[in-house]
């Protein structure tokens, strides 16, 4: 079993939707990320959260929200989106600091379809 | 910039044969994190090594095998004698100073039995 854990595994929206994509981890890790990623093409970073503060944003347009309520959560809100937006959103968590003897862990993503 | 360039796209080989999955990367950091993924068909990224830039000893995990050669900035992976379930797509990747993993386009592997 993953260790990050990401719902739903599917989601279909129009474009008018609000949803929201959630991930949650319990390894004590306190850095969570979102990345995203078209089909054939690498996973392309969104959002870092440190200490459950926004470190960085990507220069990601505003219809993608992201929300860290506690240390072990992190919810992506999706709201007006367009068809290109379709991909798979995929969450990850680290050690804070180095060494990040693991690296980072990534979940099984959300296979995210706008139409 | 950080860069990584993984230059095959796309590796179909037998059963059993060996293969090498090449990783070159850039960086101006004299800190920084170099890591190898798997991505089966199920989406997950799964985590095969973390190499830090002081660390130039190869390693050897089972039938995985990783050269790390900074005097040409490259960080291969061999899979001796592959397996079917050795398919996927490998990404080689770079971390250098912020939180972010800059990831090359990825090597889609075909195991044929």
């Known amino acids: 079993d993953t260790e990050v854990t990401q719902t739903p595994k599917h989601l279909v929206m129009g474009m008018t939707n609000k949803k929201s994509l959630k991930c949650e981890q319990h390894?004590?890790?306190?850095?969570m990320y979102w990345y995203k990623q078209k089909a054939k093409k690498p996973p392309e970073l969104m959002f870092v959260?440190?200490?459950?503060?926004?470190?960085i944003n990507e220069s990601v347009p505003s219809r993608f929200s992201p929300e860290c309520p506690n240390s072990s959560l992190l919810n992506l809100h999706l709201h007006a989106l367009q068809p290109e937006d379709s991909a798979l959103y995929l969450c990850?968590?680290?050690?804070?600091?180095?060494?990040?003897?693991?690296?980072?862990?990534f979940g099984s993503g959300t296979r995210l379809t706008v139409v | 910039a950080q860069k990584v360039t993984q230059a095959q796209t796309e590796i179909s080989v037998v059963e059993k044969e060996d293969v090498t999955l090449d990783c070159v990367y850039e960086?101006?950091?004299?800190?920084?994190?170099l890591f190898w993924y798997k991505q089966p068909p199920s989406g997950e990224l799964v985590f095969l090594i973390r190499?830090?830039?002081?660390?130039?000893q190869n390693e050897i995990s089972g039938r995985y095998s990783w050269n790390f050669q900074k005097s040409t900035s490259s960080f291969n992976f061999t899979i001796t004698a592959s397996q079917v379930v050795d398919s996927a797509v490998y990404f080689c990747?770079?971390?250098?100073?912020?939180?972010?993993?800059?990831f090359g386009q990825g090597t889609r592997l075909t195991i044929n039995p």
């Open positions: 990850a968590s680290s050690q804070d600091i180095p060494p990040r003897t693991r690296g980072y862990t």
């Open positions: 390894m004590g890790h306190r850095a």
């Open positions: 959260y440190s200490y459950e503060k926004l470190s």
């Open positions: 960086t101006r950091d004299t800190t920084y994190y």
């Open positions: 190499r830090n830039s002081f660390d130039e």
């Open positions: 990747a770079l971390e250098a100073g912020a939180q972010k993993l800059v």
